[in-house]
Structures are given as structure tokens and as C-alpha cells.
């Protein structure tokens, strides 16, 4: 016996939920990209305590759950006395931890750019920063790419984790039309396949650019492997 | 701000160290049982029917482009419809087996096409039997070009085990959130647990940097 049947407007509620999927996605590509950018700098500074800080920051952020990192930012913020609602708590997890994926990615890039333009630049008189900025970026950013969107596919299965401190995306409006309709075969294949319709496209894209990118640079930048629970 | 207190979460340390021990064992058969799929369906990828090569793809891209949770749902829910009923710890190996596997197909795959033709062409020519050229020929030199990727897949499912509490199966992170309500020391707990997580990551490197020594040091 269930409460409904699933129907069209199951469908739709489905598919407006998707809405805060792609929004939460779009908010750690940005904030995540914002924060890799501060880390790669710090990974590949002169200076070793700021190198060991950015090394730290991965490690950490790489090598524990997402589900434990969300849970300490959503129920243990009542330490410092505030409890942030889930998209709050979600979104700055969110942001924090792709932060160490983007990092290590344009890390790889920036490294994958040959030494010898490093030592190049410095024999014509251009400081770290300048280096980075005229030399090396310009040629690290096509290497970025398609790890890059390799990883936007990371973050859009990830979200869903945020349905556990009970954020209204896609797959916590999955749960709620499953419990009322009970027809868990029509409800998680339909939001599979909205995933699936999400992510493909860009899995495609991911392997195409890095097919046209093979050689182009002799060492090929890789999405890091470790992205806990997608 | 309150204080930190450790003293209530560490009265409770048998209860991690069961979480612990749930959490490996699911790790332990899923990893197991996704490698399992990932050597057959490579092999059956690569030298299997035809037939047999648009259905192991489509299982590779569904999984891949969909997230552990919504398999981890769908396994537990669609199960007991078609009449196989698994406690949630179960349900949660099979999920996260069907889950590892796909990730391995696309890995151990990866190894079996850096074998050069004429490797196994000459071990054809030599008598070896179709069992022989498959074990020694394909199997093993694959695995070793793509073990540091295999373990790091490894190393994700670990930390992928997080979720099943989700469907209320037992491991580290559900035992948790069990002790912040009884305690309500909510950071200090998931403080500690994110600590064990990580010594479980980074001894389970270990552990397979150094099985892959044993494994493959006189195969040079």
C-alpha cells in the first residue's frame, strides 16, 4: 500500500529538486576553484612552513570522508555556539574540500610546465609571482582543463551526500517520494538517470579534451584519484 | 563557546572500536568482491564475445556517472521487490561492490591494453594454454602496471563506506552519530572519528605499497 502513485507531478518535483543540485554544484566549482587557486600558490610557494600548511590542508581534506567533514561543519559548529542551516554547512564544506582537488590539480599543471622556464624567467630578472602570472599560467591553464571538468562530475555526484544533514536536492527529494509512494524502482532510476544526464555529457567531454590534449606537454595532468563518497 | 570534552567520548571507545572493525569488513568484502567483477569484466571487456561489450560498457557509465548513494538506494529498496532480502549491512556490500567494480573494469582495463599484441602472440607461439596466456600474460603484468590506481580506488571505497549508514547499516560513521546523541558531543566525536579515518587511509596505503612489493617484486 502506498500513499500515491508515482505520477507526473512526482516527475516534476523530481526534476525542480534537480535545480538545487546543479546550483550547489555550481557554487563548489566556483568557491572550490577560488580556493584551489590560494592552495596551489601556497603548494608550490618558495617558502617550506606554507608548502607543509597546503600540504596539510590536502592530506586532510583528502583523506577523510566528505560525510565526516559535513557532519563536523553542520552539528559540530554548536561549539562555537551557532548551528548553520544544511545549505550553509554544505556549501562551505563543499567549497573547502574541492579546494584541495582543485589545488592539486593546477598544482600538476603548473608543474607539468617544463623547469627550465622557471630558471629562464629568473635569469631575466622576473620575480615568483610574475613568473606564475606571465610564463607559467598561460600555459598551465589548457593543461587544467580536462581534470578540470573530470572533476565537476566529482562534485555532482557529491552533492547528493548533502541529502544526510538533510539538504532538499535531488536525492533527498528522491527519499521523501520514495517513502510516499514506494515505488523505489521508478523514483531511484528516474533521479539516476537525471544524474546520469547531468554527468555524462561532461564524462565525454572530460575524455575528449583529454585525448586532443595527449602529448601536448609530455607529462599529462591527472584528476586527483581520491574523491571520498561520490 | 563551549569546551571541548574529550572525557565522554572516550568512555565509549568499545563502540569505535567496533565501528572500526564493521567499517573494515565492509571495506575488506567490497573491495574484494568489486575487484572480482573488475578482473572479469576487463577480461570479458577485452577478449570476451562481442556481445558481451555494450552491456559491461553501459555498467561501467551508469555507474560511474551516477552517485554511491543513489546505488546504495536502489540496491536497498528494488532488492526486496524482486524478493532478495538482505540485511542493511548486505545490502550495503552488494551497493558497494557493484559500485567498485565499474571503477575497476575501467582500471584493470586500462593495464590489459598497455599489453603489447605480440607479448601474447608469442605466448601463443610458445603452446602456452588460453588459462596460462590469461594469468600470466595478461593478468598479472596488467595488474602490476595498474596497481598504485587499483589502490587508490582502494583507499576511496574506504572512505566511500561512510555513507551506508545511510540505509542504516553499522560502521564507523553510523556508530557516530549514534554517540552524539547519546552524548551530544558532536565535534569532539567527529573530530576523533575523522582521526581514525584518516589512520585507516594512510595505514591502508601502506599496507598495499607494501603488498605490491611482495606481489610483484620478482615480476619484473
Known sequence: ?230 | MQNLQFGPVFAHSDAFIDGVISTLVLAALSIFFGTMIGLLGAIGRSYGPRILSAPIGAYVEIIRNTPLLIQLYFVFFTLPLVGIKLSSNWAAIVALSIHLGAYAIEIIRAGIDSIPQGQIEAAKSLGLRPYRIVRHVIVVPALKAVYPSLTAQFILQIMGTSIVGAIAAEELTAIANNLVMQTFRSFEIYIVIAVIYFVIVQSASLLFAGIGRLLFQWKA
Do not use: H
Not at chain 1, 144 to 163: D, E, R
Open chain 1, 1 to 230: 500500500m502506498s500513499l500515491r502513485d508515482f505520477g507526473p507531478n512526482e516527475f516534476m518535483f523530481l526534476i525542480a529538486a534537480a535545480r538545487w543540485t546543479i546550483l550547489l554544484a555550481l557554487v563548489t566549482f566556483a568557491g572550490g576553484g577560488a580556493i584551489g587557486i590560494f592552495i596551489a600558490a601556497l603548494r608550490i610557494a618558495p617558502s617550506r612552513p606554507l608548502r607543509w600548511l597546503a600540504i596539510a590542508y590536502i592530506q586532510f581534506f583528502m583523506g577523510t570522508p566528505i560525510l565526516i567533514q559535513l557532519f563536523m561543519a553542520y552539528y559540530g559548529s554548536s561549539l562555537l555556539g551557532f548551528r548553520p542551516d544544511p545549505w550553509t554547512a554544505a556549501a562551505v564544506t563543499f567549497c573547502i574540500n574541492a579546494g584541495a582537488f582543485f589545488g592539486e590539480i593546477f598544482r600538476g599543471a603548473i608543474e607539468a610546465v617544463p623547469r627550465g622556464q622557471w630558471e629562464s624567467a629568473k635569469s631575466l630578472g622576473l620575480g615568483f609571482l610574475k613568473t606564475l602570472r606571465l610564463v607559467i599560467l598561460p600555459q598551465a591553464l589548457q593543461l587544467m582543463v580536462p581534470p578540470t571538468v573530470g572533476l565537476m562530475v566529482q562534485i555532482v555526484k557529491t552533492t547528493s551526500v548533502a541529502s544526510l544533514i538533510g539538504l532538499n536536492e535531488l536525492t533527498r527529494a528522491a527519499i521523501k517520494v520514495n517513502t510516499v509512494t514506494f515505488e523505489p524502482f521508478m523514483v531511484f532510476g528516474t533521479v539516476a538517470i537525471i544524474y546520469f544526464a547531468l554527468c555524462w555529457p561532461l564524462s565525454l567531454y572530460a575524455t575528449r579534451l583529454e585525448k586532443r590534449g595527449n602529448g601536448k606537454i609530455q607529462a599529462k595532468v591527472k584528476l586527483p584519484r581520491l574523491m571520498p563518497a561520490s
